[in-house]
């Protein structure tokens, strides 16, 4: 048995949870989701738990059975509370600001790189250097600070670019002088 998948899923009671076919659709206080079960799992819901159990012993069942119940626990933490990534901006001079569904961020290019940001997904800037992404849905929250991050990875001599916050970026030593 998957130690994960083994481990019930609970939820609050402002949580419904409903399965049509393949579709399990997660809804919250703070909007719902939708995902396809995995094959060879099926789900059981009792009074404020849920459980995945696997339909045989097969690999594919065996593996989908972890994954099945973690999607679905992120699905009900994200319509519960919602999920966040912050990033730190760290040069002279670079900067972001969010203009409508567009986030502007100076980076030391020469012209300032604009960031469409997604449907369900809120951005906001603090003193023009710490970016806060939220939203419900965990994968697109992570997905969305890798994109912003790759615009400008950190460089490890004096380490500018985007971070994330409390992220460690391990140093160089630079050029030494002439003796």
Known sequence: MSRIGKKPVNFAKNVK?????????????????????PDGVSLVVSDGNL??????DERIARSNHGLARTMIGNMVEGVSNGFEKRLEIVGVGYRAEVSGQ?????????IPVQYSIPKGIDVKVDKQ???????????????????????KKPEPYKGKGIKYAGEYIKRKAGKSAAA
């Open 17 to 37: 949870i409903t399965q049509s076919g393949k579709i399990v659709k997660v809804e919250g206080p703070k909007g719902s989701l939708s995902s396809s079960l």
């Open 129 to 151: 250097t710490n970016v806060t992404i939220s939203g419900i849905d965990k994968q697109l929250v992570g997905r969305v600070a890798a994109e912003i991050r790759a615009l």
């Open 51 to 56: 459980v995945i159990e696997r339909k045989s």
């Open 102 to 110: 567009d986030l502007k961020l100076v980076l030391g290019f020469s």
